[in-house]
């Protein structure tokens, strides 16, 4: 697109020639010739100082909030107005406004923001329907599929990703919408046919303060929202219920979407979906209540964006949910290993008890857990709390201690576990190098045990000293059970 028609009504100065602008980054590796650098100020780098490195990759233009120098052949764009706004709206242009020609469903919440996109697009695809994906694992548009970096990406992959779906064909596409991505624009510009409110429990504190402000960060997915739908089960949901109304959907209480009868079996559930437009029996391949609520708001979703569940629920059976959610790991051993993304209280609090509930008769119930470095302090002892009332054996170790002492870390957690605990040496142990509790955790395993391994999950890495290691929970057990640890 040309440069004057990418900014017109956008409030921009701009200096240097007409270009033409291919696309739009502000990650100056990305930069292709032709493709416009946004120069962003960040927490810890000033975009401004990758410019050398945009241009020398051949980049058309620069944008800034303050304005750069610029070879002659090359334009200059400062922002005079918010720069990720403004970034997003320019994003939103040139890939040709396509959250208009897409179904889009955002999905915001604490947990299961992840299983539930995964999910409708999973539904969509098995009734014969394209969907793309923007998500923490995977963001994908048609057959395409690419590793994701973050759980929503900055406004010009975001809206590069939507175009692809379009491109590739797709009726709709769902989205994780993060609190980080409302505050910081990164969906800026986007209508949602429909948004969902999955659940809020405590979580990025260190970002945003307090509970009511993490609130309202992710209530700020409603103004973008044609439809929203919420969880009438979650205190913060049915707060929101009754202040504006919306369509709600839950398992215990009376809503416009209803789980009843709920069969929690070993090797999935069932129940009958409820909602005005009639009945229907679904039969899930999923384990665990909590996969309930993440498949009851997959199918309303689908259902307030248009489509039929009579051609979705028929889908369900082959549903496989998200890679390293309750996720299974058998190597032929004698007891039963999971792995999984828990990493707030309330979600280690659900996972136990489907564990619990999962544990053979006369089965120990072991949890190895650790708390993620340069993230919300507070919540490190309630995490503690939750795994030391629900597991018999604690593999206390690290996540990701990021720039954090990893013993620090644990300190911080400690005080959550009874001291009688902690004083236990055949319940409690404690070890900073997650590697190695993992093949001490599989080594103190019986037959008929499960061990559920939390907070990894789908990451292939471990980042320890601001370095990311090459690490996943599920390769570190399949490595040990079959003796190369």
């Known amino acids: 697109m040309k440069l004057d028609a990418l900014i017109e009504g956008i409030a921009l100065r701009r200096s240097g020639p007409e270009v ?15 493709w416009g650098f946004v120069a962003l100020k960040g927490e810890k780098a000033d975009g401004v100082a990758y410019v050398p490195q945009a241009l020398a990759q051949g980049a058309s233009a ?3 909030p303050s304005g750069v ?5 090359v334009a200059d764009c400062t922002f005079t107005g918010d720069p990720r706004l403004q970034m997003a709206e320019l994003a939103r242009r040139l890939h040709g406004a396509p959250d208009e020609r897409l179904a889009l469903i955002g999905v915001t919440g604490t947990n299961g923001k992840t299983t539930t996109t995964t999910l409708i697009r999973q539904l969509l695809r098995g009734a014969g329907i394209g969907c793309g994906l923007v998500g923490t694992v995977l963001n994908a548009a048609g057959d395409l599929e690419e590793e994701a970096v973050r759980t929503t990406p900055e406004s010009p992959a975001f809206y590069r990703w939507l175009h692809r779906s379009v491109a590739a064909g797709d009726a709709a ?8 991505a409302l505050c910081l624009g990164r969906v800026h510009g986007a209508r949602f046919q429909v948004g969902v409110f999955t659940n809020l429990t405590q979580d990025h504190l260190d970002y945003h303060g307090s509970m009511e402000a993490y609130f309202e960060a992710k209530r700020r997915l409603v103004a973008q929202s044609g439809r929203f739908l919420v969880n009438a089960d979650d205190p913060w949901g049915r707060g929101l219920l009754e202040r504006e109304g919306h369509v709600s959907y839950a398992v215990d209480r009376p809503a416009c979407y209803r789980a009843h009868g709920l069969d929690l079996g070993p090797t999935g559930s069932r129940f009958t979906l409820y909602s005005a437009e009639g009945s229907w029996e679904v039969q ?39 890679p390293g959610r309750l996720e299974r790991v058998d190597c032929g051993q004698p007891f039963g290993v999971m792995v ?4 707030t209280p309330d979600a280690l609090e659900k996972l136990l008890a489907e564990g619990r509930r999962l544990l053979p008769p006369g089965g120990r119930l072991h949890v190895l857990f650790g708390c993620g470095g340069d993230r919300d302090r507070t919540k490190r002892p309630l995490m503690a709390a939750a795994v030391a009332a629900g597991a018999d054996v604690l593999w206390h170790t690290s996540d990701n201690p990021r720039t954090e002492d990893p013993e620090r870390i644990l300190d911080d957690a400690a005080p959550g576990i009874p001291e009688a605990l902690r004083a236990d040496a055949t319940r409690y142990h404690r070890n900073a190098d997650r590697q190695e509790s993992v093949r001490r955790a599989l080594a103190d ?3 008929g045990d499960l ?3 939390a907070g990894k999950g789908h990451e292939p890495y471990q980042e320890i000293h601001g370095v990311k290691h090459p690490y996943s929970d599920r390769a570190a057990v399949e490595a040990a059970l079959q003796g190369v640890l």
């Open 20 to 34: 033409e602008v291919a696309d739009l980054t502000s990650d100056s590796r990305e930069v292709r010739p032709g």
């Open 62 to 64: 620069i944008f800034s």
């Open 69 to 73: 120098n610029t070879p002659e052949a």
């Open 173 to 180: 596409s769902a989205v994780e919408v993060s609190s980080h």
């Open 284 to 322: 899930s391949p999923l384990l665990g209540r909590f996969n309930v609520y993440n498949l009851l708001a997959a199918l309303a979703a689908c259902a307030e964006a248009g489509f039929d569940l009579d051609r979705l629920v028929p889908a369900v059976p082959k549903v496989s949910g998200a």
């Open 340 to 343: 999984d993304y828990a990493h």
């Open 445 to 447: 395993c019986r037959p």
């Open 451 to 453: 061990l559920l391994l």
